[in-house]
């Protein structure tokens, strides 16, 4: 299949022309059952009609993504939930307009119109109303509802620029819109909204702290942050292995020189047995460390630079050829969670605890 790609700059509202054009294009091939990548606020998604099982299939197969694996479902107006889901509680429809549109993606159950292929067979349904202007204006010329995953390969870290889903997705759909890069790089918050009090099923760039403020109590599935656990995770995507380089990840946490320490050791003996070597550091540690290549996840304090870069660095390492990572860990709170998530995902949950 010949993918086209075409670049779309504007994160203004309104779109010159030719940018309009292209819009209305892309929007004709996801109504016509076709996929489009494009930008969000998030990371890059991999858009099909949401409401045709047929595209859904596209979107499985172009992924390689296990169909047990629900799609969220973008809208671009929030009265069209109304049409997607049985019921939209009070609690919800107060985090709706606290967050929405933005990175937060809840799950409702489902009214008969969503086929059961886009959400994994499940009576329920995920919706997240995104940001980001071109997303918006795609959804609205793609029919309203646009079933979207990150449009990178299952398994691999999330695209965070349109160069990486050309590099996943070139050949097996139809247009890439080129928007450059996202601002937050991690996926939307996910939570689930069927039960008392809601649940927090993927931590992302909306902490529980923030959802705590609109909504009181807010759980966190447990299963998520933890290694080792037999019980399965309640969004069904979660159980998978995700987000990983090629290169054998592994997190060390513990006191800064020690980690330090820990990590310059493990990474001279990989690099004595012939590996290519290389460290997520912040800011702080990065002329400690030594390896092939060290890279700086930014500071400490700034967690939104860390999220932001997160993806692009285990991306980075695959490119350049590194076959074994170290990474210093995150905390466990706020957006601290969020990429520690993802990190020990990335991961395969291997981490030293010192
Ligand atoms: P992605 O499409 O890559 O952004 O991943 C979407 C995430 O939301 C996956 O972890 C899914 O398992 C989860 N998800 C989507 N729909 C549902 C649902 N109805 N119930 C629970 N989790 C869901
Ligand atoms: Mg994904």
Known sequence: MNTKIVKIQSREKTFSPEEEKTLRQAGEIIQAGGLVAFPTETVYGLGGDGLNQESSRKIYAAKGRPSDNPLIIHICRLEDIGFLVKEFPENARKAADAFWPGPLTMILPKSGHVPYETTGGLETVAVRYPSHPVAQKLIEYGGGYVAAPSANLSGRPSPTAAKYVIEDMEGRIDMILDGGEDDIGL?????????TPPQILRPGFITREMLEEVL???DIDVTIMESGNSRAPKAPGMKYRHYAPKG???IVEGPPEQVVDYVNRAAAADKAAGEKTGIIATSGFLNEYHADVVKCAGDRDEEEVIARRLFAMLREFDDEGVTRIYSESF??????????????KAAGHSIVRL
Do not use: F, K, P, W
């Open 187 to 195: 996926e939307s918050t996910v939570l689930d909204m069927t039960v």
């Open 216 to 218: 009181g109590e807010v």
């Open 248 to 250: 054998e990840l592994t």
């Open 331 to 344: 905390q466990s709170q706020g957006l601290g969670q969020a990429i520690m998530n993802r990190l020990l």
